[in-house]
């Protein structure tokens, strides 16, 4: 170990700028803060009463929006959400549907041009 000269240390000069901590407040004044403030609490009240509340409609939009977008990135197929009647239909059938998508890649890479089949 290095020996420390104490003429070494360096004298802190007083001028500098040394954040000094605020005492912490005891109960008692921190609950007459609260009794002082007693209008901050009806803001915050009143301004949660005029948060906005959807419709039951709004709320099955959304929904439905939602599985569509998922049903695009996950499985490839795109559905309408404002068509009710096919995206009902494809979340009936969706198991079905998501089974069959491998076959029909395979039938489509198969498949022989039409043009083909006739001239044969």
Do not use: H
Request: hydrophobic share 30%; glycine share 2%.
């Amino acid at each position: 170990m290095e020996e420390v000269n104490i003429n070494d240390i360096v004298p802190v000069d007083e001028s500098t700028d040394i954040k000094v901590r605020k005492p912490r407040r005891t109960k008692l004044e921190m609950e007459a803060v609260r009794e002082l403030e007693p209008s901050k609490k009806k803001e915050k009240t009143e301004k949660q009463k005029e948060k906005y509340v959807k419709s039951l409609e709004q709320k099955e939009a959304g929904k439905r929006q939602k599985n569509c977008q998922y049903w695009m990135v996950n499985y490839g197929v795109y559905i309408d959400p404002t068509n009710l009647e096919e995206y009902l239909w494809f979340k009936r059938n969706k198991l079905l549907v998501v089974r069959l998508l491998p076959i029909v890649d395979r039938v489509n890479q198969i498949k022989i041009p039409y043009i083909e089949r006739m001239k044969s």
